[in-house]
């Protein structure tokens, strides 16, 4: 029940005034004699209203009709509350189906069947008593007061329920509120999104390439697009925001992969030859691993050169194989099969890489193994220096070093040790040595990392 459906009118003062200004003018038409014998008579109690009471009780009906009017103006405010509460009870309810929104709604309805009851009770006051009657008794019109004034008041304590109510939305509606102004744009976006993909499809076909795995994507997007257009109103707004993000991604990804097509076209050309040049190179360079292999076996021990004895032939292997998939991402690229053929070309460059390695651990083998046996206290010397480094740092600070830095430590030195002892002897093991060497480095680079990590930390 609201206040555009139900407010009680305000005319009957009005039509009361009207009347009361035709009886004066009647009276002064009158001729005079008929006048003077009229006028005698409203002074004696005659006329259009009764004086009940006298000045008392014309009080009493001015106090009513202030009540009345007081009542009306809190129906009126309660009602447009009302009116403004339930556009935001709407707007929580379009966006927000949780139970918090759930509970909202239904506390309004409460609140709505609370406005109901006291609205009525207003409008049974207001009908019960016409304050604009001549009869009017002084008793009837302190009666209309006293049942206003308490509607009135009813009417006010209800709307302060409802404000309050109101109040307590604020996070639901600004959140709902929030959703509602992305709806729109984020729709746009979307759309707009579609036909720059489209559009990117359209030119990347005019320059001759297909792009069908792209076209696919693009059209599985047609029915995320119709859905769009249905509206928040059907499929609900927290729905059509993410329907609407997720078309706006993939979309986006579509156009940018097809604006990038032709430059992975001409790409992937270039790796085609690229990896060409490389693998007959490698091809060259792997024949001269035997060669780097017999002056190994004619100048140290076995143990210096047998890891290497598989090299030739799986450097062999990995070309023919590296071959065979530069084939196949050739065909790929000739039928546009862009995946395929960059998938293919990843493969031969691994390949490559391995025989690359291969063919150049034997030569740098050689020269390692050569460099270590013309002067091997080069080699010596350097690793002193690392351990030496390491245990200054270990005992900086300290009067004895912490034994969980202090033990590699004096295991490198005793590796180092044994390593130098192998040496001697008529055909030494080189390789193990520079391994040996290599060991006892990284063991006192790993110290002085802990050390700095630990002091770093502390500090």
């Known amino acids: 029940m609201t206040a555009t459906n139900a407010r009680p009118e305000a005319g009957a003062g009005v039509r009361s005034a009207v009347r009361s200004g035709r009886d004066l003018l009647a009276l002064m038409l009158l001729p005079v004699p008929l006048a003077l014998a009229v006028l005698p008579a409203a002074f004696a109690g005659g006329g259009t209203r ?54 909202a709604s239904e506390d309004f309805a409460a609140l709505g069947r609370r406005i109901d009851e006291v609205s009525h009770a207003y409008i049974t006051a207001v009908d019960s008593h016409d304050l604009d009657r001549d009869d009017l008794e ?14 009135k008041d009813d009417l006010v304590r209800v709307k302060g329920e409802l404000d309050r109510f109101a109040q307590g939305l604020g996070p639901l509606l600004g959140s709902a509120e929030t959703q509602l102004a992305r ?28 792009a069908d795995e792209l076209a696919a994507r693009l059209a599985a997007l047609a029915p995320e697009l119709t859905k769009l257009n249905q509206g928040a109103g059907q499929h609900g707004v927290p729905e059509t925001l993410q329907r609407a993000d ?20 001409a790409e992937i050309d270039r790796r085609l030859v690229s990896l060409r040049t490389r693998a007959q190179a490698l091809t060259t360079r792997a024949g001269s691993v035997e060669p780097v292999l017999s002056e190994l076996r004619r100048r ?13 032939e799986q450097a062999a292997v990995n070309v023919r194989q590296a071959e065979d998939k530069l084939a196949e991402a050739a065909k790929a690229r000739e039928e546009q099969r862009w995946a395929d053929a960059t998938s293919r070309l990843s493969t031969v460059r ?5 025989v690359d390695e291969a063919v150049s651990a034997a030569g740098d083998r050689l020269q390692r193994l050569n460099a270590v046996a013309k002067d091997p206290q080069q080699e010596i010397e350097r690793t002193r220096f ?26 490198s030195v005793a590796r180092l040790d044994r390593a ?23 063991t006192a680079a790993r110290v002085v990392s802990d050390i700095r990590e630990e002091r770093g930390g502390g500090a």
């Open 183 to 210: 709806l729109a744009p984020a729709v746009e976006r979307a759309r707009q999104a579609l036909l720059a993909a489209s559009n990117a499809l359209d030119t990347v076909r005019a320059a001759g390439l297909r």
């Open 50 to 103: 009764r004086w009940f009471g006298g000045r008392g009780g014309e009080s009493q009906r001015a106090e009513a009709q202030a009540a009345k009017d007081a009542a009306a103006e809190a129906f009126y405010d309660l009602d447009t509350a009302q009116r403004d509460l339930r556009i935001s009870i709407e707007t929580i309810n379009a966006v927000d189906s949780s139970s918090r929104g759930r509970k």
């Open 300 to 312: 140290f021990s076995a143990a210096c050169w047998q890891d290497l004895q598989p090299v030739p």
């Open 246 to 265: 997720v078309v706006l991604r993939d979309a986006e990804a579509v156009r940018t992969e097809a604006e990038r097509l032709p430059e992975r076209a």
């Open 386 to 411: 690392a351990v030496r480094d390491a245990q200054r740092l270990a005992m900086a600070g300290r009067h004895t070093p912490d034994p969980r830095h202090a033990r590699p430590l004096d295991d």
């Open 138 to 151: 002084p008793a009837v019109a302190s009666r209309a007061r006293t049942e206003l004034t308490r509607a």
């Open 350 to 354: 691994a390949l490559l890489n391995a």
């Open 420 to 442: 130098i002892a192998g040496l001697e002897g008529r055909h030494p093991d080189y390789w193990h040595f520079l391994t040996e060497t290599e060991a006892v480095r990284q």
